[in-house]
């Protein structure tokens, strides 16, 4: 439910998702350098993916955002690298809508852009691994929900004949936030271990 479809949100949400996420993009891009875009493309790639496959949870489905993942690994560059596998998604697979592509990037991006900033230092420089596995268990528990907040929010500042539907919402987030948060610890653990510089965004 974090591919928000045409057709759903007001006016005034889409255009005030549309400008947020210009300012991200626009400020990812203007910190993304040459170093950074192989490993942004990954990750891009990877969301593409993952989200693909879909879970059912009641009436409705979940799936991987690895927002946390990218917020530590890219900071503001999570933006354009969530941008253009929504947008990819949306021409390919019908999933998302285009008229949402903004409200869209916003929900998924800025959580993870959020909690991964905020929690990104710590992960980096502590040297106890079992401080390390809960602070990215955290980041990627809470960038989750930060999604299913915003979703949430964004259905019912559209119309409260939504309000029903936004609760739902925020329920099936709950179990997909205990999966990604285990998903981004291990893989925040493991690349502390083989490649700790990943870990290090080059432009936060």
């Given at each position: 439910m974090a591919h928000i479809p045409d057709?759903?949100?007001?006016?005034?949400?889409l255009i005030g998702g549309g400008v947020v996420a210009a300012a991200g993009v626009a400020l990812g891009l203007r910190r993304l350098d040459d170093r950074m875009i192989p490993r942004t493309a990954i990750l891009a790639a990877a969301f593409?993916?993952?989200?693909?496959?879909?879970?059912?949870?009641?009436?409705?489905?979940?799936?991987?955002l690895l927002a946390a993942l990218m917020g530590i690994m890219l900071g503001t560059a999570t933006f354009p690298?969530?941008?253009?596998a929504l947008l990819l998604q949306a021409l390919l697979f019908g999933f998302g809508g285009l008229t949402t592509l903004g409200i869209n990037t916003v929900n998924i991006a800025l959580p993870g852009v959020?909690?991964?900033?905020?929690?990104?230092?710590?992960i980096r420089a502590t040297e106890r691994p079992a401080l390390r596995f809960a602070?990215?268990?955290?980041?990627?528990a809470l960038a989750v929900l930060g999604t299913g907040g915003?979703?949430?929010?964004s259905l019912w500042m559209s119309s409260s004949d939504y309000t029903p539907v936004a609760s739902v919402v925020i329920a099936?987030?709950?179990?997909?936030a205990l999966g990604e948060a285990f998903v981004t610890a291990a893989i925040v653990s493991f690349l502390a271990r083989v490649q700790p510089d990943a870990l290090r965004p080059v432009a936060p």
């Open positions: 057709g759903i949100l007001s006016a005034p949400v593409f993916a993952g989200s693909l496959v879909a879970v059912p949870v009641g009436p409705a489905s979940v799936h991987l690298a969530v941008l253009v959020v909690f991964g900033m905020m929690l990104g230092p710590v602070a990215g268990a955290l980041a990627g915003l979703v949430a929010l099936t987030y709950l179990p997909l």
